[in-house]
């Protein structure tokens, strides 16, 4: 009887270590949204510091195109001079989608860390709840 006794406690303890050493589909699905999350975040903030290095050139370019011009306009060099008030239109074109990049992967980082705090919550709540039954 004793032994029998013993088994039981042995696979009493047991069952239920096994059972919640296994994640839930819930839980797997929550951590893989999460490392998504923090993925795509990453991957914003590579973008945002490659945005701002591009609008430092941008404004390196207009500055120097603004320079040109005058430098035409003073000489009497005036074809050179349009050609230059078209590289600053078309630097400045560069600089307003640099800049906009810039706005939208912002904006995404901040949707994916609120994301990011969604899924982490969901995987707390799950893994709460595996650990209750």
Same mark, same amino acid.
Request: hydrophobic share 25%.
């Given at each position: 009887m004793?032994?029998h006794?013993?088994l039981?406690?042995v696979?009493?303890?047991?069952v239920?270590?096994?059972?919640?050493?296994? @994640?839930?589909?819930a839980? !797997?699905? *929550? /951590?893989?949204?999460l +490392?998504?999350d =923090?993925r795509?975040? #990453?991957? %914003?903030? &590579?973008?945002i510091?490659?945005d701002?290095?591009?609008?430092r050139?941008d404004?390196?370019d207009?500055r120097q195109?603004r320079?040109?011009?005058?430098q035409?306009?003073?000489s009497? @060099?005036l074809q050179?001079? !349009?050609? *230059? /008030?078209?590289d600053? +239109?078309?630097d =400045?074109?560069?600089? #307003?989608? %640099?800049r &906009?990049?810039?706005?939208r992967?912002?904006?995404?980082?901040r949707?994916?860390g609120?994301?990011?705090?969604?899924d982490?919550?969901d995987?707390?709540?799950?893994e709460?709840k595996?650990s209750?039954?």
């Open positions: 004793s032994r006794i013993a039981f406690t696979l009493a303890l047991a239920p270590a096994a059972l919640f050493a296994q @994640d839930s589909g839980v !797997r699905k *929550d /951590r893989r949204e +490392r998504h =923090r795509e975040i #990453r991957h %914003d903030a &590579r973008d510091h490659q701002r290095q591009e609008v050139s404004r390196r207009i195109d320079q040109e011009i005058r035409d306009v003073r009497g @060099d050179d001079a !349009r050609q *230059d /008030r078209q600053l +239109r078309r =400045r074109r560069d600089r #307003r989608r %640099d &906009r990049d810039l706005r992967d912002r904006r995404d980082i949707r994916d609120r994301d990011a705090r969604s982490r919550r995987l707390l709540q799950d709460k595996d209750t039954h």
